[in-house]
Nanobody, 125 residues
Framework: VQLVESGGGAVQAGGSLRLSCVASGYPYKTTCMAWFRQAPGKEREGVAGIDSDGSTRYADSVKGRFTIPRDHATDTLDLQMDSLEPEDTAMYYC????????????????????WGSGTQVNVSS
């Protein structure tokens, strides 16, 4: 099983970026996926996640600014980030778990066993 992220980069505050995560190599359709981020010196935090039934969860800090479109046909999870702030600067990671776990457990990194290698997002003021 492999998760590959893309779409990171540098942007000024107020701008937008779209990250993409492509999952491959797993046989199960009931999966949840999520985006996490980690800034230097800080713990990894959940940004947004989605179960296979479309249920979503967002961190309070990104509500109204980020969305996570998911395409089951292509096994892709995107992260559309608008109105970016310098505080959004971090390495962003895609994660996957088998089962619909986000609704009951939230954006808990401990429930995700599969991770991508990350893509860097830098937001300048």
């Amino acid at each position: 099983v492999q998760l590959v992220e893309s779409g990171g980069g540098a942007v000024q505050a107020g701008g937008s970026l779209r990250l993409s995560c492509v999952a491959s190599g797993y046989p199960y359709k009931t999966t949840c996926m999520a985006w996490f981020r980690q800034a230097p010196g800080k713990e990894r935090e959940g940004v947004a996640g989605i179960d296979s039934d479309g249920s979503t969860r967002y961190a309070d800090s990104v509500k109204g600014r980020f969305t996570i479109p998911r395409d089951h046909a292509t096994d892709t999870l995107d992260l559309q980030m608008d109105s970016l702030e310098p505080e959004d600067t971090a390495m962003y990671y895609c994660a996957l778990a088998f089962g619909d776990l986000i609704a009951p457990y939230g954006l808990n990194p401990g429930i995700f066993g599969l991770w991508g290698s990350g893509t860097q997002v830098n937001v300048s003021s």
